[in-house]
């Protein structure tokens, strides 16, 4: 008797595991995976093989789930990987007590539909949508994973099948980049050859209103370039006599902010333009002395570009504006000279990597005084997220360095997301064409082929495009790297695995209204994902 495989058996599996709270870092996301490990070992194959279902441990106490369905004497085998964690709920507002209780939350918003946004009210008549946190994003995947995990272990698939299912993707992919390493491990351990990974993250929209479906072979990169800005410190009264640092930063936004050079074009499809994450002033308390420390933090997605290719641009930005900088400082004085006459002082601002200021404290205060400045600051962390940590490393090397003042020093800060794609492999191209032709003539269905998915996703840690040597520029510019953060890159260099995304539908990813398609979901996609699994088995 079948476990999760009709449309009912599969919405309650996946509402079991909605009512599971995984928010990111919270206690509920170390507790899911202890869950889909008993509900897997509830198969017969794995009551079998108990050893083939395992909770693996991540550096921080999180844990993520492995789960192999293997024939006897074959290698091929497939990875279906999800994750498991969901943003938080405070978005839901009077709401957020059902956020997690989807058979409880949609008939409440069916009887509150007067009030819903035009789009969501239509959902809700239709009455084929499923309203929560973690419905569409990606619970839903996850349960056809391990619906397909089930027909695995009954023997239907010519090759073997590896569930993963990871914590931490929506925030810093502690689970996937702990997973890699396990992977190659398993590999060997069962004499496993990775055919494919196959991710089953919900389709994105590309714009409002986007009713295409999308099948991805690829998924976007992205990187948080910085700029720590360190003017000179003075009173109010004398602001000439100082830099404000919030007046570089706000220079610095104005100039990448949805700045399209910094765009990339692969075959028609385009990254979006850099946007800011962070902007704020660095002093710790109100006075009337300016705050002439400032940082700014940017969110830049990539293509196919190096990372040398990446750090060129941002710093020749940083050097346009400190020009401009200079030219308003001058222009600003000299209006002002004439009521109050004072000579001005020569104005430049120096533009550098965390690099090199690194290698400049070095040599000036010694390696010494500089592992024990940024143990101090490691150690005396205090809740600093990654990004705020990183800020932290940096602003206390720039003090350190105050001398080189005014300056501009650009930085990396963590999450970094490689882009990847299989857009040329041809096991992959072929098994597209097999999914468009099967999806249009089984189901009427239009598959729109998308090069990168643009929601970003774990994907990302399948594979490198490039050397791992060619990183070396973001490496040496992130300052959290091997203090807490890193990427498993020599681990991935061999990990190079082609990878596909094949979701369900859904809408209003991390936000109140989030929903997912059910008829689609495990109707129309449970049909066509054993098809493409068979396919990347070929």
């Not at 889909?36 to 070992?41: D, G, I, T």
């Not at 290698?75 to 969901?86: G, M, N, P």
């Not at 269905?445 to 990183?471: C, E, K, N, R, W």
């Not at 979701?503 to 008829?519: C, F, N, Y």
Request: charged content about 20%; proline content about 6%.
């Amino acid at each position: 008797m079948s476990k999760w495989q009709t449309k009912e058996q599969l919405v309650d599996l996946l509402c079991s595991l909605v009512r599971i709270p995984s928010v990111t870092g919270s206690a509920a996301e170390k507790e899911l995976p202890g869950y889909v490990v008993e509900q897997l070992r509830t198969l017969p194959y794995f009551q079998a093989h108990p050893d083939r279902v395992r909770a693996n441990p991540t550096e921080d106490g999180r844990h993520f789930v492995t789960a192999l369905a293997k024939k006897e004497g074959v290698r091929d085998t497939v990875i279906l990987v999800s994750h498991f964690d969901v943003v938080d709920v405070e978005d839901y507002g009077t709401w957020r007590t059902h956020a997690f209780d989807p058979q409880t939350l949609t008939p409440l918003f069916q009887q509150n539909a007067a009030d819903m946004p035009a789009e969501v009210k239509s959902d809700l008549h239709s009455g084929n949508w499923l309203f929560g946190r973690g419905t569409m994003d990606m619970k839903c995947g996850l349960t056809l994973h391990m619906s397909m995990i089930e027909r695995a272990c009954a023997g239907e698939f010519d090759g073997n099948l590896l569930l993963l299912t990871v914590p931490d993707e929506e925030v810093n992919s502690v689970g996937m980049r702990a997973a890699v390493p396990a992977l190659l491990a398993l590999a060997e351990e069962y004499d496993l050859h990775y055919k494919a990974v196959l991710n089953s993250e919900p389709m994105f929209t590309r714009f409002p209103g986007d009713q295409n479906k999308y099948l991805y072979t690829g998924s976007i990169g992205k990187v948080l370039p910085g700029f720590l800005c360190y003017g000179k410190e003075t009173h109010v009264g004398e602001p000439f006599a100082g830099l404000n640092g919030n007046f570089m930063a706000s220079q610095l936004t104005c100039e990448l902010e949805l700045n399209t050079s910094f765009c990339e074009i692969v075959e028609g499809e385009a990254s979006p333009p850099p946007t800011n994450l962070l902007q704020k002033d660095l002093k710790k308390e109100y006075s009337v002395q300016i705050p002439h420390r400032a940082v700014t933090l940017f969110n830049l997605f990539l293509l196919e570009k190096r990372m040398e290719d990446v750090v060129q641009p941002l710093l020749a930005a940083a050097e346009r504006v400190a020009e401009r900088i200079r030219q308003t400082y001058v222009r600003h004085v000299s209006q002002f000279v004439a009521n109050a006459p004072f000579t001005p002082r020569d104005l430049s601002i120096r533009v550098m990597t965390y690099e090199q200021l690194h290698m400049y404290a070095v040599r000036t205060y010694g390696e010494e005084r500089l592992n024990r400045l940024q143990a101090e600051v490691v150690a005396n962390r205090c809740g600093k997220d990654d990004r705020d940590l990183t800020i932290e490393l940096v602003d206390q090397l720039a003090i350190l360095c105050k001398e080189l003042s005014p300056m501009i020093v650009l930085f990396f800060a963590p999450p970094f997301y490689p882009a990847v794609s299989s857009r040329q492999h041809q096991a992959i191209q072929r098994t597209v064409a097999e999914m468009e032709a099967y999806a249009q003539g089984q189901h009427q269905v239009t598959l729109v082929h998308q090069h990168y998915f643009g929601g970003i996703s774990d994907l990302s840690y399948v594979g490198l495009q490039y050397p791992a040597a060619s990183m070396q520029p973001l490496v040496a510019n992130m300052p959290m790297w091997d203090r807490g953060y890193s990427i498993p890159l020599h681990e991935l260099e061999a990990f190079d695995v082609p990878v596909m995304n094949l979701g369900p539908i859904g809408r209003d990813a991390h936000q109140w209204t989030e929903r997912l398609d059910v008829d689609y979901a495990f109707g129309t996609l449970l049909d066509m994902l054993p098809r493409c699994i068979h396919s990347l088995l070929q």
